[in-house]
């Protein structure tokens, strides 16, 4: 896992905005698997700048949501899909209809959930996962326990993840207790994955996952089996980190790489 360290949350953000910028320019026909959430939000309004000034153009751009809360529709205001309208999608050139958010409102879960899964394979599968991470390990809303190998499927959330999401809603009996979510399998299959984290409340997440066993109680640990990972973090959520002196020296030396200075100039995105 390539682990990079900003300095804050802002310059989190543009580094992450960058690499998704960098894989739309380099295939304007690519799949991004996108979240919801606090973390993405620095990340989106410069994807928004980089559209607004830069051209960066989102035409051709297919996206897919990890989850959505289960009853939910797309214009309640806490669903996902308004989320991505007015975080993202309203301020960009993106086609709307290239744009998956999963359904709260299905009638049948289970078939609905196999569909998913098919849309995302018809696509030929996602480019670049973009990931945030639950104060419990949770990816998606993969809870503490999930198979490592699960598929997109309902899911009831703990009582953490409720707490930590009764801030978005008038009071904690509003907070929907199932979501539909992309599996720990799904979200492995895809071809990289940029998992972001910011602030204190998310250390020890961040801990376990980078540098602890791969287990289920830390669903995002599993990322340890992906062979491309870029995680990019802001030094409170890297606190807890014991390599975080190796890691800047990996980015000092991906850095001269990238200045031409070691063996010639390598892609931000692929190192290798
Ligand atoms: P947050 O949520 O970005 O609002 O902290 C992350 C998550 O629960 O996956």
Avoid: W
């Avoid at 993969?142 to 999401?165: A, C, F, I, M, Q």
Wanted: hydrophobic share 35%.
């Amino acid at each position: 896992m390539r682990v990079i360290v900003e300095i804050n949350r802002e310059r989190a953000a543009v580094r992450a905005a960058r690499f998704v910028g960098n894989l739309i320019r380099r295939h304007p026909r690519c799949v991004l698997g996108l979240a919801t959430g606090s973390t993405p939000l620095g990340m989106y309004r410069e994807l928004i700048r980089m559209h607004c000034d830069d051209g960066l153009d989102f035409s051709r751009v297919e996206t897919f949501n990890l989850d959505e809360y289960v009853g939910l529709g797309p214009i309640h205001s806490q669903s996902y899909r308004h989320f991505m309208q007015t975080n993202l999608f309203d301020h960009i050139n993106i086609d709307l209809r290239n744009t998956h958010v999963p359904d709260g409102r299905a009638l049948d879960f289970e078939a609905y959930c196999q569909q998913y899964e098919k849309m995302i394979d018809d696509a030929g599968g996602i480019d670049l996962q973009v990931l945030g991470i639950g104060s419990d390990g949770h990816i998606a809303f993969n809870e503490p326990g999930s198979s490592l190998g699960s598929r997109t499927r309902l899911k009831t959330l703990t009582e953490e993840t409720v707490r930590d999401n009764a801030r978005f809603f008038e009071s904690p009996d509003e907070v929907p207790r199932l979501a539909i979510t992309m599996g720990v399998g799904t979200i492995l299959e895809s071809r990289q994955c940029l998992l972001l984290a910011c602030g204190e409340s998310k250390a020890r997440a961040i801990r376990d996952t980078i540098e602890g066993p791969v287990t289920a109680q830390v669903t995002a640990s599993a990322l340890q089996l992906h062979r491309d990972v870029i995680a990019v973090i802001d030094e409170e959520a890297a606190r807890l980190l014991e390599r975080r002196d190796y890691y800047r020296q990996v980015e000092y030396a991906q850095s001269q790489l990238q200045a031409g200075q070691l063996h010639g100039a390598v892609d931000e995105n692929h190192p290798g």
